[in-house]
C-alpha cells in the first residue's frame, strides 16, 4: 500500500499542470490520474470531487510561493520586483489565478473562499502606515490590491507585453526597476 501523503502531493503536482494548461472545465481527471500514476477514483476519495481538486490545488500553490515572498513593508520596491521574479519564474501560478477569475470568480474577491487570506499583509500595510513609512489616503486593501497587480504588469495575463525567462537580463533588470521605482513613489510616504 503507498505512502497516502505521496500519493496526495502527486495528485495536487497532476492537477496543477492539468488545471494550467486546461483550466477547471478543460481539465480531465482521467488525465491527472494517469499523470499522477493512480486510478480515477483515487481523486475523489481524496478530494471529492473536480472542483474541490482545483480548489486544493489552487490554495496549494498560492500558499507555497507567497510563503516564498513574504511581504516586507518597509521595503514595498523590494517586494514588488520579488513578486514579479516570482510570476516570472512560476507561469502555472498565473495561469491557475487566471483560470480561477475566467472560470470561478469573475467579479468581487477573488480570495473570498479563504478566510483572512491576505490578513498578514494587511496588518503590515496598516502597521507601516501608522509609522509613516507608506501613505495613509489609501485603504491597505486598495494599497495591496495595486501593488501586487503593480506587479502583475508584464505576467502571462498581462495585456500590452507578457515577460518570460527567455528575455535577455537588462529587459528583466529595467522591469525591476521600474517596478520598484514606481511602487517607491505611489505607496512610500518618506
Request: charged content about 25%; cysteine-free.
Amino acid at each position: 500500500m503507498g505512502d497516502a501523503a505521496e500519493t496526495r502531493r502527486r495528485i495536487l503536482r497532476a492537477g496543477t499542470a492539468e488545471f494550467a494548461e486546461h483550466g477547471i472545465a478543460g481539465a480531465r481527471v482521467d488525465r491527472i490520474a494517469a499523470n499522477a500514476a493512480i486510478n480515477k477514483s483515487q481523486i475523489y476519495a481524496y478530494f471529492g470531487s473536480k472542483q474541490a481538486l482545483f480548489d486544493a490545488v489552487f490554495d496549494n500553490r498560492v500558499d507555497v510561493d507567497m510563503a516564498d515572498v513574504p511581504l516586507d513593508a518597509d521595503d514595498l520596491p523590494g517586494y514588488v520586483a520579488a513578486l514579479y521574479d516570482m510570476y516570472l519564474n512560476d507561469p502555472e501560478l498565473v495561469r491557475l489565478l487566471t483560470w480561477a477569475r475566467l472560470e470561478r470568480t469573475p467579479i468581487g474577491p477573488l480570495f473570498a473562499h479563504r478566510e483572512d487570506a491576505s490578513r498578514v499583509e494587511l496588518d503590515a500595510i496598516r502597521d507601516a502606515q501608522k509609522r509613516g513609512v507608506l501613505v495613509d489616503d489609501l485603504s491597505a486593501e486598495d494599497l495591496w490590491s495595486m501593488l501586487v497587480s503593480l506587479a502583475a504588469t508584464w505576467a502571462q495575463s498581462a495585456i500590452v507585453h507578457t515577460a518570460h525567462a527567455g528575455e535577455s537580463a537588462s529587459d528583466h533588470d529595467r522591469r525591476r526597476a521600474a517596478l520598484a521605482a514606481t511602487a517607491r513613489r505611489a505607496f512610500r510616504a518618506i
